[in-house]
């Protein structure tokens, strides 16, 4: 890599495995469009005896044991950001709130500034809050003094995926990826890529 290679780290948080298998395609997205990427997970912070009470909750931590957890130092290694998290009565997930709650440190010294954000989510239901989660996110970037890179309407598979020009989106229904969702997914972080690429220089 050289040194004007872009970096992108994708952070997320999966319950049951939708936001997992978003990121993977971000990750590989950004990869295939020239990025250097760090996909990394928040941390579980649920009981132990609530994750291992429900079986898909087990089996997806179980799944991403290979992925390391996010550090604040991935957030100061990039140059641009992807998160991902489902909703909670239509804010971000508490387990990505914690996360982001360490970064105080970075962005007090001005470390999260000038950095492209984007961002995706997951809901159980079409209306389930996914538009509130994305916004919830931006604000946080808003204090970061990131660069907000959502992909508006700019490509026609964000209209046939919902239309959510905020950030992917996906009916979390315990099925694969739609060809449409993925569609939406690989031109943000493409996008992402693209769009840090011309800010970095």
Not at 21 to 38: I, K, Q, T
Not at 188 to 195: F, K, N, P
Request: charged residues 15%; glycine residues 10%.
């Amino acid at each position: 890599m050289t040194q004007n290679t872009v970096k992108i780290a994708v952070v997320f948080y999966s319950t049951y495995g939708t936001g997992l298998a978003m990121a993977r395609e971000a990750a590989d997205a950004a990869r295939e469009a020239g990025a250097e990427v760090r996909l990394v997970r928040v941390a579980e912070t649920a009981p132990e005896a609530v994750v291992n009470g429900q079986d898909a909750w087990k089996a997806n931590l179980e799944a991403m044991q290979d992925i390391p957890v996010a550090t604040p130092a991935d957030m100061e290694w990039a140059d641009g950001y992807i998160l991902s998290s489902p909703t909670r009565f239509g804010g971000t997930a508490s387990q990505m709130r914690a996360f982001i709650d360490t970064l105080g440190g970075l962005w007090a010294s001005g470390k999260l500034a000038n950095k492209t954000f984007s961002a995706m989510t997951s809901a159980q239901n079409v209306n389930g809050g996914q538009e509130t989660t994305l916004q919830t996110l931006y604000i946080t970037a808003m204090h970061w003094g990131a660069i907000l890179t959502p992909p508006g309407y700019t490509h026609p598979g964000i209209f046939a995926s919902g239309g959510n020009p905020y950030g992917a989106s996906v009916t979390a229904n315990g099925e694969a990826l739609s060809d449409t969702d993925k569609t939406s997914i690989r031109h943000q972080a493409e996008r992402q890529v693209q769009l840090t690429g011309k800010l970095k220089g």
